[in-house]
């Protein structure tokens, strides 16, 4: 069980710093106006996917991260992009 915690606090790890990589220095103009930042959605769904599957006593251990948001805003990704503000990202 530790190891499936590990690799998934990994993959959120990963996406996190794919995110903080590729969005230094941009503003929200320039996501809004470049179609290659925008896969980093991708990511945001890696996040929150790999939150569902976290233990309770693991959240806990980070009560200042909204847990609940970050399980749902993978299903608002999946399911209802069309309608997700850009300021939300």
Known sequence: ???????????????IE????????????DYQNDWLLRPLQRAIEII??????????????????????VKAIGNVLRHEYHGLSDNIL
């Open 18 to 29: 794919g995110i903080e990589n590729a969005t230094a220095g941009k503003s929200l103009q």
């Open 48 to 69: 929150s996917e790999a939150s569902r599957a976290l233990p309770d006593e693991i959240k806990a251990l980070r009560p200042e991260i909204p847990w609940p948001q």
């Open 1 to 15: 069980m530790a190891r499936e915690i590990r690799h998934l606090l990994d993959d959120m790890r990963a996406a």
